[in-house]
């Protein structure tokens, strides 16, 4: 099992900034790919930005240029920094983490956060 502890979520004015962490720990050897998603009231949830084991890294169109994940892999940590922020980015953002055992593969999810942008 994989357990997905979130932080840094709150309340910006519209042009600020965030940055979400996201803890993994317990069974982490296997996991293939780490990412952020966000459900807005109402709506399905939506990936955000994702980062493979590799360090590639994918990106929601409505996001780039102003977000970037990263990792720590010393802290077992991903990382969410948000700049720029709009109120249609307000969400509830969750941590993912993907993990492959014996070719059967698993998602794992955090609590969620939440992020509120004023306008």
């Known amino acids: 099992q994989v357990q997905l502890v979130e932080s840094g979520g709150g309340l910006v004015q519209a042009g600020g900034s965030l940055r979400l962490s996201c803890a993994a720990s317990g069974s982490i050897f296997s996991i293939n790919a780490m990412g952020w998603y966000r459900q807005a009231p109402g709506k399905q949830r939506e990936l955000v930005a994702a980062?493979?084991?590799?360090?590639?890294?994918n990106y929601a169109d409505s996001v780039k240029g102003r977000f970037t994940i990263s990792r720590d892999n010393a802290k077992n940590t991903v990382y969410l920094q948000m700049n720029s922020l709009k109120p249609e980015d307000t969400a509830v953002y969750y941590c993912?983490?993907?993990?492959?055992?014996?070719?059967?593969?698993?998602?794992?999810w955090g609590q969620g956060t939440q992020v509120t942008v004023s306008s």
């Open positions: 993912n983490a993907e993990r492959t055992v014996s070719g059967i593969r698993g998602y794992y």
């Open positions: 980062i493979t084991s590799g360090g590639s890294t």
